[in-house]
């Protein structure tokens, strides 16, 4: 199993500009997150997901939307990017919404 | 609004001492308390997780305990090694999946 993986790695966007950061997992996870990480602010939820069509906000959603039409994937749309924006992602998933497993993170630059 | 709070947020322990981390929550409703080790550039990691029925928890070194009258818990390291560096994160959740909140983080150096 590949587990849950993420991409890109980095990313550097214009401010305006628009992009999809991709999440897909191999282990049949109905529970799905989005978080961003930014310095001495821990892990901040951003949309998640519990299951194939169903989509929910979290703490900090604006400028980012989200769908889930496959168990497997849940990407994360940034709809015109601003500076605040910079940080670094994470996808999560989850067989039972406890324990969750992490992907590798994407680091996202917004000039 | 429900937030998680922890403390503190750098602790340096000698290699061999004992490290505790502490955090507090709101949400009465929180029943699920877990704890995230994330080294530099990594994801982070489940290292230990206790539920709301269970006072106290262990697993080798590691050992979290939880006081729900006081809303709080903490995280014991033991014996601590050069590789227990790295940044712990707790979190609380509920039942609601959108709940997960966790806490700003502890970065833990151990020094030889």
């Known amino acids: 199993n590949a587990g849950v993986t993420q991409t890109p790695k980095f990313q550097v966007l214009k401010t305006g500009q628009s992009m999809t950061l991709q999440c897909a997992q191999d282990?049949?996870?109905?529970?799905m997150s989005w978080y961003r990480q930014d310095p001495g602010m821990g892990l901040r939820l951003i949309h998640y997901s519990v299951g194939a069509g169903i989509t929910d906000q979290g703490e900090v959603p604006n400028g980012y939307n989200v769908s889930r039409s496959t168990t497997e994937d849940f990407p994360l749309r940034l709809l015109s990017a601003a500076p605040s924006q910079t940080s670094v992602y994470f996808c999560?998933?989850?067989?039972?919404?406890?324990?969750?497993?992490f992907g590798p993170g994407t680091r996202l630059t917004v000039t | 609004g429900e937030n998680v709070e922890q403390h503190p947020s750098t602790l340096s322990v000698q290699e061999g001492d004992s490290a505790v981390i502490k955090c507090t929550y709101s949400d009465s409703a929180s029943n699920y308390f877990p704890w995230y080790k994330q080294e530099l550039g990594k994801r982070p990691q489940l290292i230990i997780d206790i539920r709301s029925n269970v006072g106290e928890k262990k697993d080798q070194r590691i050992a979290v305990t939880l006081n729900k009258t006081a809303k709080h818990f903490s995280l014991h390291i033991t014996e601590t090694q050069p590789e227990d560096s790295a940044v712990y994160f707790c979190a609380a959740a509920t039942d609601s999946w959108g709940k997960f909140q966790f806490g700003a983080g502890t970065q833990v150096v151990v020094t030889p």
């Open positions: 999560a998933s989850s067989p039972d919404r406890n324990e969750q497993y």
């Open positions: 282990m049949n996870h109905e529970y």
